[in-house]
């Protein structure tokens, strides 16, 4: 956290499906106007490994 404001955010875990295992990790860092949170990571992760099946 700088001054407030979350600037770091992770996402990190695995997901086993019928094809196997995937691993991921997701990192937000800071940017302008975006919602930098472990909410959000976890979303792009939940995207990726639904992308994967």
Not at 1 to 15: E, Q, R
Not at 23 to 40: E, I, M, N, P, Q
Request: proline content about 0%; overall charge negative.
């Amino acid at each position: 956290m700088a001054h407030g404001i979350v600037v770091d955010a992770w996402f990190t875990g695995f997901a086993e499906g019928r094809e196997g295992t995937v691993y991921f990790c997701v990192y937000l860092g800071r940017t302008d106007h975006k919602d930098v949170s472990s909410t959000a990571a976890r979303e792009i992760a939940i995207q990726l490994v639904s992308d994967e099946w």
